[in-house]
């Protein structure tokens, strides 16, 4: 054999032989970690969002609790609507910004629903955090009712004349504000991200002004179902506290769906633009 040709069957062995002695993307033990890293993930994302309902919820209850004090045992009056709606409404914007690199600070499974369903989160971390939000509910409703002195008037119940089929709708239209809020300012990431807590607060209270004395404004199936549980009182209409929610998040993502399919930062572009310089340059590229 000639020299050349036994340079050449030489170079061949030894390029087989690293082949067979490349490392496998299917590592057991890479996977293994892969999958316990993800486990640890959901669970820090579970227990967070579990202490961030019962959080928001607790802090919303006792203001609630307050505000049935001072309206002097009447409901729905217009100090106890406007206290009630601002202690939902900040108690949800302080723990959405303190929970928000935890767990997301969904606290609610309409939310939840609609961030799945725009493909913003995992259906498996969806699944996780459902029973996290509803044992959130409970278990804030069971602290207020041992903590504080009085009975428990927290609950969503239909006011004024308001029949369930109303109730429905009304929560449908109420929550898919929240939801669509949320979808907006915290889900789709732009130079004001950061202060989404803020647009999710104020969308919450005004849902509440708008809403508190026909259905209670729930918008937030765990929100209704924690006091049920504590009183323990299910009226015959509690369900429109889940169906409702879900269809304004229904009503939302689908919404969402459509600007973002038509691409609506290009009808009103510029809006992110930190400088008037990069705000014509938008403009220029936009209609």
Request: charged letters at 10%.
């Amino acid at each position: 054999m000639s020299s050349s040709g036994a340079a050449t069957a030489s170079a061949s062995n030894t390029q087989n032989t690293h082949h067979h002695h490349l490392p496998h993307n299917n590592d057991p033990d890479r996977d293994f970690l892969s999958r316990r890293a993800r486990a640890k993930n959901h669970v820090i994302a579970m227990v967070g969002e579990f202490v961030g309902t019962t959080l928001f919820l607790w802090f919303a209850f006792a203001g609630t609790q307050s505000a049935a004090i001072t309206g002097g045992g009447v409901a729905n009056t217009p100090t106890q609507v406007t206290l009630t709606s601002l202690a939902f409404g900040f108690s949800l914007l302080v723990t959405v910004w303190a929970f928000y690199r935890i767990s997301g600070g969904l606290f609610n499974p309409a939310v939840t629903l609609g961030l799945v369903l725009t493909k913003n989160l995992p259906w498996v971390r969806g699944l996780l955090l459902f029973p996290s939000q509803i044992l959130g509910g409970i278990v804030a409703a069971a602290l207020v009712r041992c903590m504080l002195p009085g009975p428990l008037v927290v609950g969503t119940t239909l006011s004024n004349d308001t029949t369930p089929a109303q109730g429905v709708f009304i929560e449908m239209f109420l929550t898919s504000l929240l939801v669509f809020t949320i979808l907006m300012l915290a889900a789709e990431k732009h130079y004001a991200t950061f202060m989404a807590p803020v647009g999710i607060g104020l969308a919450l209270f005004v849902g509440m002004m708008a809403g508190l004395p026909y259905t209670g404004a729930s918008m937030n199936p765990a929100r209704s179902f924690g006091p049920a549980v504590a009183t323990p009182y299910f009226p015959g209409y509690h369900y429109i506290y889940w169906f409702g929610p879900v269809m304004g998040s229904l009503m939302a993502s689908g919404y969402y769906a459509f600007v973002k399919y038509l691409r609506y930062e290009e009808a009103n572009p510029g809006q992110d633009a930190v400088s008037p310089e990069e705000k014509s340059r938008d403009e220029e590229m936009g209609p």
